[in-house]
């Protein structure tokens, strides 16, 4: 079975662009959840999307969003960059089903914002 | 909210040796799911070991064992005999219960190992 992939692996932008980031899960997870990597703050969780819906938020501020399509593919888009988003962007999917709560990571997508 | 506390940021051991990572968190929940996952240099995160907060007995997967103290709130991981492919990053995580999948990291330990 196909791990969780991640596109692009690397991407650099400008500051004030946006940028959107995909993440396909392992066949049959429909649970995608993001997470951001900084040396300073470490891993902090962003959202997570189950069956198209957002069941969770980190506290992260409005210009980060995401979604999630009917074949269980994530994106997440960030607007008006800024120079702290700078990061790796990982995401994690999970079948999510009651007795099975093991998350699989992709590559990450490494965000650099100059 | 809950947190999650790795207090060495490095440690190193030799190779064939024994190492323990450890960790604390702080939660006013009494079921929780903790793991130690492990992220290699420029490779993905994979999970370690899991531990179900009910239960009392330490998980173990093969070299890896957790000393899991439910009251001290201490979830430490164990690794023996260590090999030169241990060498990562390694970071606690916990996760409540119920809920959306939603982890809380620490902030890692950097493992070496000395050959």
């Known amino acids: 079975k196909a791990g969780v992939t991640q596109t692009p692996r690397y991407l650099i932008k400008t500051r004030g662009q946006q940028v959107t980031l995909s993440c396909s899960p392992i066949s049959g997870h429909r649970s995608v959840s993001w997470y951001q990597q900084t040396p300073g703050q470490g891993l902090q969780f962003l959202f997570e999307y189950f069956s198209e819906t957002q069941r969770n938020k980190g506290n992260f501020p409005g210009r980060f969003s995401g979604r999630q399509f009917s074949n269980s593919r994530s994106e997440m888009n960030v607007s008006t960059l800024e120079l702290g988003d700078s990061a790796l962007y990982l995401c994690?999917?999970?079948?999510?089903?009651?007795?099975?709560?093991?998350?699989?990571f992709g590559p990450g997508t490494r965000l650099t914002v100059t | 909210a809950q947190t999650v506390t790795q207090s060495q940021p490095e440690m190193s051991v030799q190779e064939a040796e024994t190492v323990t990572l450890s960790c604390t968190y702080d939660?006013?929940?009494?079921?929780?799911?903790l793991f130690w996952y492990k992220q290699p240099p420029s490779r993905q995160m994979i999970l370690v070991i899991r531990?179900?907060?009910?239960?009392?007995q330490n998980a173990t997967e093969n070299r890896f064992s957790v000393n899991f103290q439910k009251a001290a709130k201490s979830f430490s991981l164990k690794i023996s005999d260590s090999q030169l492919g241990d060498a990562a990053m390694y970071f606690c995580?916990?996760?409540?219960?119920?809920?959306?999948?939603?982890?809380?990291f620490g902030q890692g330990t950097r493992l070496t190992i000395n050959p």
């Open positions: 531990q179900e907060a009910y239960k009392q």
């Open positions: 939660t006013s929940e009494s079921d929780y799911y």
């Open positions: 994690a999917s999970s079948s999510d089903s009651v007795f099975f709560y093991e998350q699989y």
């Open positions: 995580a916990y996760r409540t219960i119920q809920g959306a999948q939603k982890l809380v």
